[in-house]
C-alpha cells in the first residue's frame, strides 16, 4: 500500500509539473496572434464593424501594370498618401488616420508594428508569378490593431476585381478581433 501511495503522489507531482508547464506555454503564445503591444482592450470587432466601409484604404504596391494610384480608384474608399493630401486640401494626414493599409506585391521587411508606419520599407515577397502577395493591416494612425495576409491568383485580380478581394480582406481583419464582452447586437434585443 505504500509504494502504491507514493507512486500516485509522484505521479500527480509529474502531471502537475507538466500541467504547470503546458499553461505557461499556452499563455506565452497567445500574444503571437494578437498585436498586444499595440492593440488596446477596446479595440474589439464591434469598434471597427461600423467604421469599416467608410474606412480610406491605403494602397501600396501596384498590380498587373496598375500603379497604386489606379488601384486605389478601383477600391471604394481607397487612396494614396498623394490622392489623401489633394483630396483633403492639406487639412489632415493619412498616416495620422484610422485606415487600413493594403501592401499589393510586397510587404514591409521589419517586424508587424511597423505596418501602419508611412516610412515601412518594401520588399518583394517572393510568390509564385502567377499570384499576388497582399497585406492588410487594420491602423489606427501609426498604431496596429490587426493584420491579414493572403495570396491571390492573379486570374481571380482579372475577374472579381481589386474591390472584391479587399471586402474580403476586410472580413479577415474584423474576424481576427475579439468580440467585445457583455455586448448584445440590436438584433438580439438589446435595442
Known sequence: MKANLSTRLARGVRVSHALFILMLLVLSGCSG???????????????WKPQMESMPIEVHGSVQQAGADEVAKQIPAGTTPQLFAVSSHGQGKLATASRIVLYIGAGPTSADERYCE????????????DETHLVAAL???PRL????????NNAAVQTEGMASIVKSMKRRL??????????????????
Open 33 to 47: 496572434t494578437l498585436q498586444t503591444r499595440w492593440a488596446g482592450p477596446d479595440d474589439g470587432y464591434y469598434r
Open 118 to 129: 508611412t516610412a515601412a520599407v518594401m520588399q518583394g515577397t517572393g510568390t509564385h508569378s
Open 139 to 141: 491602423c489606427d494612425g
Open 145 to 152: 490593431i490587426d493584420v491579414t495576409a493572403r495570396d491571390v
Open 174 to 191: 474584423l474576424s481576427g478581433l475579439k468580440v467585445d464582452d457583455g455586448f448584445v447586437a440590436a438584433e438580439y434585443g438589446n435595442g
